[in-house]
C-alpha cells in the first residue's frame, strides 16, 4: 500500500468517525425505522469512500455527507415506496432541507448532552447508557442496580431531568458568554 493511499484511507476514517453520529441521525430523521436507517447508513459510507477523492481536503465532510445520503435515503424511498408506508419524496426532501438548517443546533445539544452526560458519576452513566441499548430489558437493569421497575423508571426520569437542565444551561451559557 502506498503511503498516499494510506493517508488517504486515514483522513477517509478519521473524517466519517468525527461525523457519522450527525449522518446516522440526519438519516434517522428521514426514514421510519433504525433498521432501515442502518441499512442506508452502510450505502452511504460505501458511496463517500468511492467518492472519497472528489472530497475537497479544505470542504465540510458533514454537508458533503448529507447530499449522498440524502440521495441514498430518496433512492431508498423510491425503492421501497411500494412496500411499506413511506413519505412521498417531496416531503422527504423538504425534512432533509430543515434538517440541515437544524444540524448546527442539533450539533450543539449532542455536544452539551455528551459533555452533561460525562458529569455524571460511572455507575449512573453506565445504567442509563443501559437502558438506552436496542434489545435491552428494563426489568433486568433495574435489578442490576437494586430498585424495582417502577423505581428505576423514576430514577431515569430524573436523571433525564437533569441531563436537560445542564444541557440547557450549557447552551445558554454559551449562546451568553
Request: aromatic residues 10%.
Amino acid at each position: 500500500m502506498l503511503m498516499s493511499e494510506t493517508s488517504r484511507n486515514a483522513r477517509f476514517v478519521r473524517e466519517f468517525a468525527c461525523h457519522e453520529e450527525a449522518i446516522r441521525a440526519y438519516v434517522r430523521r428521514l426514514v421510519p425505522s433504525r433498521a432501515d436507517c442502518d441499512d442506508i447508513l452502510q450505502e452511504v459510507a460505501i458511496v463517500l469512500w468511492e467518492k472519497f477523492d472528489e472530497f475537497h481536503e479544505e470542504g465540510n465532510f458533514r454537508s458533503w455527507a448529507f447530499g449522498f445520503a440524502r440521495y441514498k435515503v430518496l433512492s431508498w424511498l423510491r425503492d421501497n415506496g411500494r412496500r411499506r408506508l413511506v413519505l412521498d419524496s417531496d416531503v422527504v426532501a423538504m425534512i432533509a432541507d430543515e434538517s440541515i438548517e437544524e444540524d448546527s443546533h442539533l450539533e450543539a445539544q449532542r455536544l452539551a448532552l455528551r459533555s452533561c452526560f460525562g458529569k455524571l458519576p460511572s455507575e449512573q452513566r453506565s445504567l442509563v447508557a443501559n437502558a438506552y441499548s436496542p434489545d435491552v430489558k428494563i426489568q433486568e437493569i433495574a435489578a442490576t442496580s437494586g430498585r424495582s421497575t417502577a423505581g428505576f423508571y423514576q430514577w431515569l426520569y430524573r436523571i433525564r431531568q437533569m441531563l436537560l437542565e445542564c444541557v440547557q444551561r450549557q447552551l445558554a451559557s454559551e449562546a451568553n458568554p
